[in-house]
């Protein structure tokens, strides 16, 4: 499976941006997939991830209430919409899949190349 991310930039504080994730090869829908995002030099953080049918989705703490994951199967794409920017949301961020449970872990089996998002305060 191959994840290509698209959507990062440069936001100000308080502002909103949307992250893109298009899948190839595989079962797509099979797949939970969501995002996780590192700062160089810390550890990596889940962000959010979703069920292969859309309809059920988990955040990390985070994020809760400004971020929301969607996908399209039709288009085998994830979208990541991202709200109330902070300067802490800054960072490298990676749509990944898996086979598995939806829930808060790293345990990925496919990592996409990452887009950085920057948030200025």
Not at 42 to 61: H, L, M, P, Q
Request: net charge positive; charged share 15%; hydrophobic share 35%.
């Amino acid at each position: 499976v191959q994840l290509q991310a698209s959507g990062g930039g440069l936001v100000q504080a308080g502002g909103s941006l949307r992250l893109s994730c298009v899948t190839s090869g595989g079962r797509y829908g099979s797949y939970i997939t969501g995002w996780v995002r590192q700062v160089p030099g810390k550890e990596r953080e889940f962000v959010a991830a979703i069920s292969w049918s859309g309809g059920n989705t988990y955040y990390g703490d985070s994020v809760k209430g400004r971020f929301i994951v969607s996908r399209d199967n039709a288009k085998n794409r994830m979208d990541l919409q991202m709200n109330s920017l902070k300067a802490e949301d800054t960072a490298v961020y990676y749509c990944v899949a898996k086979y598995g449970p939806l829930n808060g872990d790293l345990h990925y089996n496919w990592w996409g190349q990452g887009t950085l998002v920057t948030v200025s305060s």
